[in-house]
């Protein structure tokens, strides 16, 4: 089945097959997932398509692609949540959300920010907060208000448009050190492989907007 649909540059693919039908699942960038279903159909005409991956953007699709290889991303709840409280952030705005562990013991986060552009932010650990245990049961926000003592503030900027905001889990700190804070999608995903390779996690991901603030304003009227 994955010989038929031959490679494709950011995707990460498993199938099965059972009682007639191909079931696809793992991640897929967004502009391939109408051809591989097509490929498929051709190749096995007797086949129900089930087409499961999910079709992410580039260049979002690579980091998601490793965590799929590595086992890390699974379609059972993972035991770490992101609380996001919009969708739509605004230039200037401070970005914050909420991560929710449910693991049984303390775990260490990994959080991390890819832009549209191949940038890739990370919130924690920083040079600043090296502390990424989470408790069991426990929450932590990420993001400080404006003003408050001792917390690091994340104001929107650009570039503007679709993010990802990506959680990683694992039982230690994923990596032996700090990565810079601002890095690319380039030089982050290799690193991530390689500590993958070494140490099981699981992940969890959302997207959102940023626009600049005279979009917003315009919208508004």
Known sequence: VLEAIGTIDCAALTASTSE??????????????????????????????????RPVARPFCAPLAALWRAGALSAEPAPIRIDIAKRRWVEEEVFSFTVASEAPSTAYLQVSLVDAEGGVVHLLPTPRTLDAAIAPGASRRIGSDRGTRGGEVFEVAAPFGKNLLLVLAAERPLFANVRPQVETVAEFVPALEAALSRRAASAVWTMFDTVPRNAAASGAR
Not at 21 to 49: N, Q, V
């Open 20 to 53: 007639g039908m191909i079931r696809l699942a793992g991640i897929l960038p967004d502009a391939e997932a109408s051809a591989a279903t097509r490929r498929l159909a051709a190749r096995f005409p007797d086949f129900r398509i089930a087409n499961e991956a």
